[in-house]
């Protein structure tokens, strides 16, 4: 099973990030998203988790809650846009993984037993930081996880 990761699209998704999540089984949007049309768009790959960003606004983006649990084959993948917002502790409360975005930087980082990624920021490059997605794959029963440069 492949989970993609996307955040920070601010408005644009890249033909290369729709290429990337092409064939996922889910899609996480962890927020910053810009444009509900990108969502839309996401959906016609496959299903949508999406949180809500900073930069999300409008009666679209209040639709949107701030954290959510997506349940899959057996594993449980938080989604919060701030990293930095965090209020629960994940291994405490059965999370095997944490998706957040926000600083557009790409982290893949285990802390103990929780896996936490941030794909990056697919949309407007920003500073000198990478234009990246990610992914996490559950295979034999475990969760792994990368990111890639669009």
């Given at each position: 099973?492949?989970?993609g990761l996307i955040s920070d699209t601010h408005g644009l998704l890249r033909p ?20 509900p049309d990108i969502l839309t768009e996401l959906r016609m790959l496959a299903p ?33 846009h701030d990293l930095t917002q965090l209020r629960l502790e994940p291994s405490a ?58």
């Open positions: 099973m492949r989970i290369e990030a729709k290429a990337f999540l092409s064939g996922c089984d889910a899609i996480v949007h962890a927020g910053d998203i810009g444009d949508v988790t999406a949180v809500r960003g900073n930069n999300d606004g409008g009666a679209w983006a209040d639709a949107l809650n701030e954290t959510e649990l997506l349940r899959v084959a057996g594993f449980h993948i938080y989604a919060i409360a059965g999370i095997h993984a944490v998706v957040s975005g926000h600083s557009h930087k790409p982290v893949v980082e285990k802390r103990g037993s929780v896996l936490f990624v941030n794909p990056g920021s697919a949309g407007p490059r920003r500073f000198k930081l990478p234009v990246a997605a990610g992914e996490i794959t559950v295979r034999d029963a475990a969760l792994s996880a990368r990111t890639v440069e669009l």
